[in-house]
Nanobody
């Protein structure tokens, strides 16, 4: 099992940038695929960026070219660099993980079984 803790959220003006981080602890021996999800007020939680254990990435069209997902310290962290932020990017951002032993649909919520508590991003 792994534990996920997000940080880095806040309030920013449109056009600005934020960098979210997800600290990963627990099982250091297994391999995991990871993703960032976003939940806007009154909407479903949606996958916006995912990264495979080999570093391959997948993005939702709404963030492609503006957001970058990365694992700067391999198994212990997951980042999301967000540039050119828009008001519609406002929401709670969640880090998620699933073992590489499971089938992977990168941006589908049901794929992931480990979740952080979320960090709020507000763009005005």
């Amino acid at each position: 099992q792994v534990q996920l803790v997000e940080s880095g959220g806040g309030s920013v003006q449109a056009g600005g940038s934020l960098r979210l981080s997800c600290a990963v602890s627990g099982d250091r021996y297994s391999k995991y695929r990871m993703a960032w999800f976003r939940q806007a007020p009154g909407k479903e939680r949606e996958g916006i960026a995912a990264i495979n254990d080999d570093g391959a990435t997948v993005y939702d069209d709404s963030v492609k070219g503006r957001f970058t997902i990365s694992k700067p310290f391999s198994k212990t962290s997951l980042d999301l660099q967000m540039n050119s932020l828009k008001p519609e990017d406002t929401g709670m951002y969640y880090c998620a993980a699933v073992s590489v032993l499971w089938a992977w649909e990168p941006l589908r919520r049901g794929t992931y079984n480990y979740w952080g508590q979320g960090t709020q991003v507000t763009v005005s």
